[in-house]
């Protein structure tokens, strides 16, 4: 069994904050990390997570004066308390999407954020949700992955949002990223850090892999079953589900029926 994650220091720069909102989705809870070039003054907070007071308390007291907010999704236990923590630490909130910046500027693939010294590379890694983002710290050869890598198991393509092609381009774009700009280490939005990340790249394009050929191999075997009324078009993800997820705890099965309904979109415009 593996042992509790708690957040904690990591390499010179980093502090994981771990918000108390733990569940089957997000593991032990959401990693709120804060970073610091060594001896500077303002340091940035990259996904606040969900509007707990005692999480937000306890995320100011690590960061101190803070120069920026930055978001990896939009999702509401990264991105909730992103505004609210940004107005009480006088600072902005830099995000892909529009709806939750605070202040004038944005994030995109390819920008540098810098901060009395630190250096943050933004990665564009859509799939798990369209406006996903990664951030590359050179300094400590790691990169924050938000939801599109986790610390344990595997991430949900949160169709109609997320798309499994797009996803696949940004494991693809991530594994590059390890192989040639040495990076060792994978800090996530869930679950503890990994200190192999090309190890866990590898085994994430495979299950993906994986996964497709099982579904395809679903639909196939759905397709020579007799179904006297057929199979309705929404009934099918589920159908799917039953037979490929038989190793995923059921309560996660509306999940899982998610990311089927982002492979059958894949498979359908692979085929078209």
Same mark, same amino acid.
């Given at each position: 069994?593996?042992?509790?994650?708690?957040?904690?220091?990591?390499?010179?720069?980093?502090?994981?904050?771990?918000?108390?909102?733990?569940?089957?989705?997000?593991?032990?809870?959401?990693?709120?990390?804060?970073?610091?070039?060594?001896?500077?003054?303002?340091?940035?907070?990259?996904?606040?997570?969900?509007?707990?007071?005692?999480?937000?308390?306890?995320?100011?007291?690590?960061?101190?004066?803070?120069?920026?907010?930055?978001?990896?999704?939009?999702?509401?236990?990264?991105?909730?308390?992103?505004?609210?923590?940004?107005?009480?630490?006088?600072?902005?909130?830099?995000?892909?999407?529009?709806?939750?910046?605070?202040?004038?500027?944005?994030?995109?693939?390819?920008?540098?954020?810098?901060?009395?010294?630190?250096?943050?590379?933004?990665?564009?890694?859509?799939?798990?949700?369209?406006?996903?983002?990664?951030?590359?710290?050179?300094?400590?050869?790691?990169?924050?992955?938000?939801?599109?890598?986790?610390?344990?198991?595997?991430?949900?393509?949160?169709?109609?949002?997320?798309?499994?092609?797009?996803? +696949?381009?940004?494991?693809?774009?991530?594994?590059? +990223?390890?192989?040639?700009?040495?990076?060792?280490?994978?800090?996530?939005?869930?679950?503890?850090?990994?200190?192999?990340?090309?190890?866990?790249?590898?085994?994430?394009?495979?299950?993906?892999?994986?996964?497709?050929?099982?579904?395809?191999?679903? +639909?196939?075997?759905?397709?020579?079953?007799?179904?006297?009324?057929?199979?309705?078009?929404?009934?099918?993800?589920?159908?799917?589900?039953?037979?490929?997820?038989?190793?995923?705890?059921?309560?996660?099965?509306?999940?899982?029926?998610?990311?089927?309904?982002?492979?059958?979109?894949?498979?359908?415009?692979?085929?078209?």
């Amino acid at each position: 069994m593996s042992e509790a994650w708690t957040g904690g220091s990591f390499g010179e720069r980093a502090r994981c904050v771990l918000a108390d909102n733990a569940d089957m989705m997000t593991l032990d809870g959401t990693n709120t990390w804060v970073l610091r070039e060594p001896g500077a003054r303002r340091s940035v907070v990259i996904d606040p997570g969900p509007s707990l007071p005692a999480h937000l308390d306890a995320v100011a007291e690590a960061a101190g004066e803070v120069g920026v907010v930055l978001l990896t999704h939009h999702h509401h236990d990264h991105a909730e308390a992103a505004k609210e923590f940004a107005e009480r630490m006088g600072c902005g909130v830099r995000a892909l999407d529009p709806e939750f910046r605070l202040g004038s500027e944005g994030l995109a693939d390819g920008d540098v954020v810098s901060v009395d010294g630190l250096e943050i590379r933004v990665v564009g890694t859509p799939g798990h949700t369209a406006d996903s983002l990664s951030f590359h710290l050179p300094a400590e050869g790691a990169v924050l992955t938000g939801d599109t890598v986790l610390g344990r198991g595997t991430t949900v393509v949160a169709h109609p949002d997320g798309e499994l092609g797009a996803y +696949l381009d940004s494991l693809d774009r991530l594994h590059a +990223l390890a192989s040639e700009h040495d990076v060792s280490s994978i800090w996530p939005g869930h679950g503890p850090v990994i200190a192999d990340a090309l190890g866990a790249l590898d085994f994430y394009l495979a299950h993906r892999r994986d996964r497709l050929g099982q579904v395809e191999a679903a +639909l196939a075997s759905l397709k020579d079953s007799p179904h006297p009324e057929g199979i309705a078009v929404d009934e099918l993800p589920r159908r799917v589900v039953e037979i490929v997820y038989t190793d995923v705890d059921p309560v996660l099965w509306g999940a899982a029926e998610l990311s089927v309904r982002a492979q059958l979109a894949y498979l359908q415009g692979r085929s078209a």
